[in-house]
Each structure stands twice: as structure tokens, then as C-alpha cells.
């Protein structure tokens, strides 16, 4: 018996058997990989991720949807549901308790809160090997956005100075149930390495990036006037006449260590 989709969740279960199948031979599990998906639904892409590694962790605030997941996965593998809100789940102290290195995540977000489950898995990313998600494509186009582009934004940047963003392939409305009115995409996000990381300040880099799309018809003088001034934003080698979205995001990483350094 398939479930009723909760608006309240944002819930839309993916049933076409050939995404499923493309998405799942994106991810490639292997029985040594320590699997966490985010958001299982009714198991559309749990159980072919599960017969896949063998074992499977997956993180569902509804809790209609356990019982049958389990009863569906009996016979498949190994899965262990965490019953939260996948933003309080500590996803380091996950691959720790388990005596892994890393994770590679995997889900069909929800759209009204995808951005912050983005954010909170750029948080742990050091323990992470990889994401793949289903999102909104137009999300989708804004993290994969480059300088210029009308969607690049701070979603842009803070997720490229954190991982390699490659969209995959598009995902018809119709592939869903309900359908939802956008259209879908699957991106794959890889964790940068320690050495392709910049040595700014987190919390200096995200103000810097903000407050300069916060405002981002303003130029960067205006936008960032409560941070730094012009001089300030010359000695990052940037134009204090430019506007955010003609900004690389290594020119974010040197604003926000001019910042730093006041």
C-alpha cells in the first residue's frame, strides 16, 4: 500500500523505475561504503541502494513511513532508520561512532528546505565522500552557477568554495507522486581535499558573502559598507564599483580575510 504524500514535508515519492535506476548507478554503492540516505519516502531508492552495499542508514522524520520501510528492506539488507530532523543529525559524529572515514549521502530533498540541508551537510563535509541529491533544477542551477549568471548567488559560492558541484541529469515531473510543478535535477557534490580548501575564516567568509548578496543590485562599497570599506576592499584586489555576482569565489576568500585582519 503505497502512502499518501505529506505537504507538510514536502513530500513527492519518486516511482519511475528508469530514474531510479540512473540515479542509483550515479551513486555506484559498494559493500564498503557506509551509505546515508536522506529522506527514504517510501523506499523508492532506499532498497536498490541497500541491495547494492548491503547495509543502508537512512534519516525519516515521518514516522508513518518506518514501518513499512522496514518491512519492505526485511529481505533486502541491512537498514538501520534514524528517526530526526536530518539538520540535528550530527553527520561527523555519525561516521565516528561508526569507525568510518566518511559518508556518502544520498536523497530525494525536500524542496522547502533544501538549501539549509545543504548548508548542514557543507558543516561536516570533512566527513563526507560524496553527495548525491535530487533537488529542484532551478536550485540545482544556482549551485552550479558561475560568475555573471543571473541565479550565481551565496548558494553559488559557499557550496564551490566547499565541494565540486556537477550536475547530473533532469528529472521530469511526471517521475513523482505527486507530480510537482517543477521540474527536478540530480546533482553530485564531491568534498574539496584539505589542500584545495581556503584558510579564511568561516564565519568571516560567510558574513563577507551575505552582506554582498544581501544587497546585490548595490555595488560592493555599498553592499559591504558595514564590514569593509573601500580601501579595505581594494587591498583584496577587487573592484569596490563591482557587484556580487561578478565575484569569483576566491575574491570572497580574500575579502573575507581583508575582514579578518581589521
Do not use: W
Not at 540512473?22 to 541491495?51: H, K, M, N, Q
Not at 552495499?53 to 534519516?59: E, H, M, Q, S, V
Not at 518491512?71 to 530526526?84: D, K, N
Not at 554582498?212 to 576592499?233: C, V
Amino acid at each position: 500500500m503505497n502512502a499518501r504524500p505529506k505537504k507538510s514535508f514536502g513530500q513527492h515519492f519518486l516511482h519511475d523505475r528508469r530514474y531510479i535506476e540512473r540515479i542509483v548507478s550515479a551513486v555506484a554503492p559498494r559493500a564498503e561504503d557506509f551509505v546515508v540516505e536522506i529522506g527514504p519516502g517510501e523506499g523508492a531508492l532506499t532498497l536498490p541502494l541497500l541491495a547494492a552495499a548491503g547495509k543502508l542508514t537512512a534519516i525519516e522524520l515521518d514516522t508513518d513511513l518506518i514501518p513499512g520501510l522496514q518491512a519492505r528492506a526485511a529481505s533486502v539488507g541491512e537498514l538501520h532508520i534514524i528517526h530526526a530532523d536530518v539538520l540535528k543529525v550530527d553527520f561527523s559524529a555519525l561516521a565516528h561512532s561508526h569507525g568510518v572515514p566518511r559518508l556518502r549521502i544520498a536523497g530525494n530533498l525536500p524542496y522547502y528546505i533544501s538549501s539549509p540541508i545543504l548548508f548542514h551537510c557543507v558543516e561536516h563535509a570533512a566527513a563526507i565522500q560524496d553527495m548525491h541529491f535530487m533537488l529542484q533544477k532551478e536550485v540545482v542551477d544556482r549551485m552550479a552557477a558561475e560568475p555573471g549568471s543571473k541565479v550565481y548567488g551565496r548558494l553559488s559560492v559557499m557550496l564551490q568554495l566547499a565541494c565540486r558541484v556537477e550536475p547530473l541529469f533532469n528529472v521530469p515531473p511526471e517521475a513523482f507522486r505527486p507530480p510537482p510543478k517543477v521540474e527536478s535535477a540530480v546533482v553530485r557534490l564531491v568534498p574539496l581535499g584539505s589542500h584545495e580548501l581556503h584558510d579564511a575564516r568561516p564565519e568571516h567568509v560567510y558574513a563577507v558573502v551575505k552582506a554582498a548578496f544581501g544587497q546585490r543590485r548595490k555595488t560592493l562599497a555599498n553592499a559591504l559598507k558595514q564590514l569593509l570599506d573601500s580601501d579595505a576592499i581594494r587591498r583584496a584586489d577587487v573592484d569596490p564599483k563591482a557587484r556580487a555576482e561578478t565575484l569569483a569565489p576566491a575574491d570572497f576568500v580574500r575579502l573575507a580575510k581583508v575582514y579578518s585582519s581589521l
